[in-house]
C-alpha cells in the first residue's frame, strides 16, 4: 500500500512508514534524501515503486506487476 488512507491493522503504507522514518533525520541527512529524490524524478524514477519492485522480486516474483497479478 502506498497512501495513510489504506492502513488497517495488518497493513502500514508506504507513506505512513516514510513519515516515521523521515521524523528521525537530521537537517544535513533530510537535505541530501532530498537531493536524492529530486534526483529520481528528474530521471523519471519513483523511490516508492522501485522499493516495492525490490520487496517483490525478494518474495520471488518477477516484478511488482508479477506479485499483483499473482496475487490479485
Known sequence: S???SEDNAFNTSYE?????E???????TFVLYGRFIVGLN???ENLAY???N????LYG????DDAER???
Not at 22 to 28: D, F, I, Q, V
Not at 54 to 57: E, M, P
Not at 61 to 64: E, H, Q, S
Open 42 to 44: 528528474q530521471a523519471g
Open 2 to 4: 502506498i497512501h495513510a
Open 54 to 57: 525490490n520487496t517483490a522480486k
Open 16 to 20: 505512513t512508514y516514510l513519515r516515521g
Open 50 to 52: 522501485k522499493i516495492m
Open 70 to 72: 499473482r496475487l490479485g
Open 61 to 64: 516474483y518477477a516484478d511488482v
Open 22 to 28: 523521515l521524523g528521525t533525520y537530521s537537517e544535513a
